[in-house]
């Protein structure tokens, strides 16, 4: 064992006496020593060679050291630890030579890598300063050019400013250049003339069009180069112009042509769609020449004879004068030569539109770019010209067949799938996005003519008075059949109508005016129908078919009257969210809702305003009614409850305004009709009032005196407003109650019934004297 200690590692000893050399310096031993000798006793179990180790570890922690070497100390620290693992047992002290080699080879392996990646690194500092050294001269050598490039410049200021001269002579030459290189179209301008007029008369468009091109090139160029060299010189440039004059012939003669193949688009593009495409081409060709002229004349001010041609915009103008005579020209007879001339007149225009639609669909969108969109353009010159046509049409003196069958094809064929709703043209026509062919002012002219021109019952009974009394008879008879029958059917209709609307309010944008033309008419068949029978009856005929007259007033009054509920329901409808922020809490800090119910009641009157009589007086009452029940059903659904004597007295005091808003409004609504209808909104007021009351002892006056004033009134009502008021006790509820309850009193016998219809929410009377 002794040998074996003698034969330490010499690489130890002398690592160990090296760092006996270190210079002292301020410090002190490492505060991990101890800890280190703790670990290596507990990890040897003590013995000879763990004693040597704690010498060396001592001796070297004993020594001061540097921030510097502290790297240093922890890689010795590190090794004196590992050695301490190897040599635990006294058997392991044979194996210090063999560990001692393999340590020696790995040390001499991490020295080897160490200066490989020391040697790489001086390598690529060595390259990077050779480059930095490389650029440093060229930016030396950059620097010497331009200052020899500043003073070549600054000496030939001076040259510059004597080359004026060679300057307006390479003007010069290149305007005569110019000349030069159109000299050959110069001299041949009539024969080119010629040539070109010889290819449109041929029909060879494309070829004349190029030649004509190179003639407008030539007179361009040389105008330009005058323009150029000077502007205000009109003589050369009118001379110019003159000379090449025939070309403006060709350009207008070319132009013929082409509109002409425009107007037979849709026949041409079935028998020659090449033809069509070389016009197009054409077009196209004109249109870049436009703007590149207008670009031109942006930079210099230039601009030659004749442009901008804007034969793009002349095209589409060609094609809706066609699109517009195709239409008028359909009417092939008149109400003289033939009865049914309006009928065959819209199915031939039916017809027409119908193919010509397709065809553009399907062959004529090929021809043109997609920018030109010629379908939709073509669908919006076809729908106008229509419209138009019909307008025409509405403004004649039609009989009553032909008012039928033009509103039968507007409103209804024109959208139908024999037209625009046929599958073939979807997508791109959708039939929910056209315009109506008629505004609604000329249907509803129409259909008042219509109901004028029911007088042909009367030239029936004109032919039978003539024969005999008893034939008129039966044929008014019959007449009132038949009008019965068709009334019954016109209910049912209406009623249709109206749950269709109903189903999807968006479906129908013009469904109130439809129902204001419904309920006119079924006063202008009463009216009809009286002036028929005090014409052509005697009073005791009269009374005979007394029968007849009242089924046939029972049913136009149904419908009018189903037509001006379903008007209201549509009002109310619109009125909801309005009438259901009334007695909320928002309601009382200032809500606008009863402005805006006004404003939408007075904005729905006015469309209404053309109701004749008496329909429109019942529709004005029952919609005053009705608000006025809806306000209350508001003040009987106890949304709010008053929480203090403040909030009464404002509630109370904005209850009062808006009674007088209504009362003003219906007021200005039924201006002439003589029905005084102000009492309706009485009953607000007298609500306020109990509202209002500030002594609570008197409470049981105002409500007697509200009673009194509508006996219909009944208890959960009486409860409703005294939780609303919000001050009331339970037993000062049930003591007002009881006490009324003994009380009787005498209904006004024109007192018309308003509580009866209004319904408290359904907590029972006891549960809300709670």
């Not at 390259?127 to 331009?146: E, W, Y």
């Not at 469904?511 to 068949?525: D, E, G, K, L, R």
Request: proline share 3%.
């Amino acid at each position: 064992m002794r040998s074996l200690l003698l034969n330490w590692p010499s690489w130890l000893d002398e690592r160990m006496r090296s760092k006996s050399r270190v210079p002292r310096c301020c410090g002190s031993t490492p505060s991990g020593a101890g800890a280190l000798r703790s670990r290596l006793s507990e990890a040897s179990g003590g013995g000879l060679a763990t004693s040597v180790l704690l010498k060396y570890v001592h001796i070297y922690t004993l020594r001061p050291y540097s921030k510097m070497e502290e790297t240093g100390r922890e890689a010795v620290a590190t090794a004196v630890q590992r050695v301490a693992g190897m040599l635990q047992r006294p058997d392991q002290l044979d194996k210090v030579e063999q560990y001692r080699r393999r340590e020696a080879r790995k040390k001499a392996s991490v020295e080897a890598r160490l200066k490989a990646a020391i040697q790489s690194q001086l390598d690529g500092v060595r390259t990077g300063l050779s480059q930095l050294h490389n650029a440093l001269n060229d930016v030396k050598d950059i620097q010497r050019s331009l200052v020899d490039v500043n003073q070549d410049w600054r000496q030939s200021i001076n040259t510059i400013e004597n080359l004026k001269d060679v300057k307006d002579a390479v003007v010069q030459h290149s305007q005569l250049a110019a000349a030069v290189e159109n000299l050959k179209n110069i001299f041949s301008v009539p024969e080119i003339v010629q040539e070109t007029q010889d290819l449109i008369d041929q029909g060879q468009l494309l070829q004349a069009h190029r030649k004509l091109m190179d003639l407008e090139c030539s007179r361009d160029d040389l105008m330009y180069e005058q323009y150029r060299m000077d502007s205000k010189n009109t003589r050369d440039m009118n001379l110019i112009d003159n000379y090449f004059g025939d070309m403006q012939k060709l350009s207008e003669e070319l132009a013929k042509q082409l509109w002409m193949v425009i107007q037979r688009a849709l026949v041409t593009v079935r028998r020659d769609p090449t033809l069509l495409v070389s016009v197009v081409r054409i077009i196209e060709r004109e249109e870049k020449i436009d703007r590149r002229m207008l670009d031109r004349k942006k930079q210099t001010g230039f601009i030659p004879p004749g442009r901008p041609k804007k034969w793009k915009e002349k095209m589409f103008s060609v094609l809706d004068r066609t699109v517009t005579t195709r239409i008028e020209g359909t009417q092939a007879d008149t109400r003289e030569s033939e009865k049914m001339w309006l009928v065959r007149h819209l199915e031939i225009v039916r017809k027409y539109v119908l193919d010509d639609l397709l065809v553009a669909k399907n062959l004529l969108d090929q021809c043109f770019p997609p920018h030109y969109e010629i379908f939709k353009k073509l669908l919006s010159m076809y729908h106008q010209a229509l419209s138009v046509r019909m307008q025409d049409l509405a403004s004649e003196d039609l009989e009553a067949n032909e008012i039928v069958s033009l509103l039968t094809w507007v409103l209804n064929t024109y959208k139908s799938v024999e037209m625009m709703g046929n599958p073939e043209l979807a997508p791109e026509v959708d039939v929910n996005t056209l315009q109506p062919l008629l505004s609604q002012e000329v249907v509803d002219e129409l259909l008042s003519t219509y109901m004028s021109t029911l007088t042909m019952f009367e030239q029936n009974l004109q032919v039978a008075t003539q024969i005999s009394e008893d034939l008129k008879i039966k044929v008014l008879h019959l007449c009132l059949q038949q009008m019965s029958s068709f009334l019954s059917r016109y209910k049912e209709e209406a009623h249709s109508y109206k749950e269709e609307h109903l189903r999807n309010r968006q479906y129908h944008p013009c469904y109130v005016q439809y129902m204001v033309a419904i309920i006119n008419n079924c006063q202008t068949f009463k009216e009809s129908i009286i002036s028929l029978k005090r014409k052509y009856l005697t009073p005791m005929m009269e009374e005979i078919m007394a029968s007849s007259h009242a089924c046939i007033d029972a049913v136009l009054d149904d419908v009018a009257k189903e037509g001006c509920t379903s008007l209201l329901e549509e009002v109310f409808m619109d009125l909801e969210p309005h009438l259901s922020e009334l007695m909320t809490r928002k309601w009382l800090a200032g809500s606008n809702a009863v402005d805006t119910i006004c404003v939408t009641v007075e904005d729905y009157f006015n469309d209404f305003a053309r109701i004749k009589k008496p329909y429109k007086k019942k529709m004005t009452i029952e919609c005053h009614r009705r608000v006025v029940v809806e306000y209350i059903k508001a003040i009987m659904s106890k949304r709010i409850t008053f929480k203090n004597a403040e909030e009464r007295r404002e509630g109370a005091e904005r209850m009062n305004r808006e009674a007088e808003q209504f009362r003003f409004l219906f007021k200005k609504l039924t201006a002439g009709s003589g029905e005084d209808t102000e009492g309706l909104c009485d009953v607000i007021e007298a609500i306020a009032e109990v509202f209002k009351l500030t002594d609570p002892s008197l409470l049981y006056l105002e409500v007697s005196t509200l009673v009194s004033k509508h006996p219909d009134i009944r208890d959960d009502h009486i409860v409703a407003l005294l939780t609303t008021r919000g001050d009331a006790s339970r037993e000062m509820k049930q003591t007002i109650i009881e006490t009324l309850d003994k009380g009787s009193s005498q209904p006004n016998p024109n007192y018309v019934p308003i509580f009866k219809e209004i319904t408290v929410p359904t907590l029972t009377v006891p549960k809300l004297l709670k």
